[in-house]
């Protein structure tokens, strides 16, 4: 039928998805290390009825073609990994990292994920777990009597034990960057692993080579601005109804078209 | 009489028949887990070629079918209806009880008085013998079931959590595993009401670590209201369109012919 029907259909479509990752983005304003996505779309393809350059006689050709587009259709969903904001917790377990890298967590079934997610907890046996109880790799295990843990900006790990005066190194922490972070897949509890698109991970010290310092006693909260995502409810919203008017003006032409004849 | 006529209302019939499948998606977008159908129209000449061993006519040839039907080649009729099985959103529930599916291809095993079903509704219950039940009363099935027959059971005390296996834990002990039934070509299903689907023994296979179930989640119909309007719309101006070939049939060339042609002046 008319193909406006069915470009507007796509339209709608894709302002739905617009809306559906603007909504996930607003309901973790709040999380720990989350990092926000942008749904991003192109044109689905033409029907081309005449190529540019078609020659139009012996010694002149058309300058444009006619190309008619059939609508839209999404193409990516990019996590957006900059900086969030610090937050002070004054918790000695708590670490943001400035700059790039993810901490390193081991899941119950053995592979390795990756969060921005900082805040960190003691398991009943010392060991550094996060909320869900995923050890924190390298593994480190911080003894009964330890009073005060020091984290440097290196991720060198100190304790100062009951009866001592100076503090000892009992650990290092690592953490991992990517060639691609925005391919890495989201296993969702704020954690990702590792794909074909993302690159293996590259382990070094929090401060060399460019990776990101680590910081005791902050966490890193989203980097979701709700101005910008207002933003974007608005527009979507505005879009969802300018495509409807869309299929209705196709809707009522159709009307028109059937009514020629009595 | 004009085989026009034949042709328009045959395919006001089917854009009818068409009319009641989006109608059934639109009433169900609510249902939890339902998937849309949509139909395939194609005409006559298709379907003839894909029957034509079954007609009853001398030689099957085409040439005989059309010799009878000489002009009803072109006359649209629904010819295949399939169940669209992609994902629909995931609604959270905070029942223990309410399991979802985050495959398109796996299903919950439960047993009827009419036999083995399949399902993708999650939403599960304790019936009085603390059997775990769909809430129409059928029995899901246990990983084990062809071994032990036996049914999943527990206390009703119990705090029941489940890993994204189909495992079941009561206090932090494994007690029994879903059985996850993998359909290999879900186009075989055919579904039957009260969410559950027909299935034959080839198409299904135990389907263990699938790492796709998630506790406390319902997953809601993967009904797309937009595509369904787009389909209302077409449907109606079809419909309008067909109307319009009929009365011009009817009403101006046979009047006319009837009226003018056979008029005797007096």
């Known amino acids: ?262 | 009489m004009q085989n026009g006529f034949y042709s328009a209302t045959g395919a006001m019939v089917t854009q009818f028949n068409r009319l009641d499948v989006i109608s059934n998606n639109l009433a169900n977008i609510n249902t939890a887990a339902f998937k849309r159908d949509d139909v395939v129209i194609g005409d006559f000449s298709k379907i003839f070629q894909e029957t034509k061993d079954e007609l009853p006519i001398r030689n099957h040839t085409k040439s005989a079918a059309k010799y009878i039907n000489r002009y009803i080649d072109k006359v649209p009729q629904i010819s295949y209806e399939y169940t669209n099985f992609e994902k629909g959103a995931l609604k959270e529930s905070n029942n223990p009880l309410d399991f979802a599916l985050k495959r398109e291809d796996i299903f919950f095993l439960v047993e009827t008085p009419n036999g083995l079903r399949v399902t993708q509704n999650g939403s599960f219950s304790l019936n009085e013998d603390g059997e775990l039940v769909t809430k129409e009363g059928y029995f899901v099935l246990p990983a084990n079931f062809f071994e032990d027959r036996n049914y999943i059971n527990f206390a009703p005390e119990n705090e029941i959590t489940a890993d994204k296996d189909g495992n079941l834990y009561v206090d932090g002990e494994l007690d029994a595993t879903l059985f996850i039934a993998q359909i290999i070509d879900p186009r075989m299903l055919t579904k039957e009401g009260d969410h559950l689907y027909k299935f034959s023994e080839e198409n299904m296979q135990a389907l263990q670590n699938s790492n796709s179930i998630e506790q406390g989640f319902v997953e809601v119909s993967n009904i797309n209201p937009v595509s369904e309007m787009v389909g209302l719309i077409e449907t109606q101006r079809l419909v309008e369109m067909y109307q319009k070939v009929i009365s011009s049939h009817m009403d101006d060339l046979n009047s006319d012919a009837i009226n003018k042609l056979a008029n005797i002046r007096a």
């Open chain 1, 1 to 262: 039928m008319i193909r406006s029907l069915y470009t507007a259909a796509t339209g709608m479509k894709a302002q739905q998805l617009q809306i559906d990752v603007t909504s996930n983005n607003i309901s973790n304003v709040n999380t720990i290390g989350y990092k926000k996505q942008r749904a991003e779309f192109a044109d689905l393809f033409y029907q081309t009825m005449e190529y540019a350059g078609t020659s139009t006689s012996i010694t002149t050709m058309s300058p444009t073609g006619i190309e008619v587009g059939l609508g839209v259709r999404p193409t990516a969903i990019t996590k957006i990994f900059s900086q969030g904001n610090f937050k002070e917790t004054s918790n000695s377990l708590d670490m943001a990292i400035t700059g790039k890298g993810f901490f390193q967590i081991e899941l119950p079934n053995g592979d390795i994920a990756y969060t921005r997610n900082g805040a960190f907890k003691l398991d009943g046996e010392g060991n550094v777990v996060n909320s869900d109880g995923y050890r924190l790799l390298p593994e480190i295990t911080i003894p009964e009597d330890a009073t005060e843990i020091a984290i440097g900006t290196d991720g060198t790990v100190s304790i100062l034990q009951a009866g001592d005066t100076q503090m000892n190194e009992i650990g290092q922490i690592e953490i991992a960057t990517f060639i691609n972070p925005a391919g890495l897949h989201s296993l969702g509890d704020n954690n990702f692993i590792n794909t074909t698109a993302s690159g293996d991970p590259i382990l070094d010290i929090p401060g060399l080579n460019g990776f990101g310092q680590l910081r005791q006693g902050f966490v890193e909260m989203s980097n979701v601005q709700l101005v910008e995502e207002m933003t974007d409810l608005i527009t979507g919203q505005r879009a969802y109804e300018a495509n409807s008017k869309a299929i209705t003006t196709s809707d009522e032409m159709l009307q028109t078209v059937n009514q020629l004849k009595r």
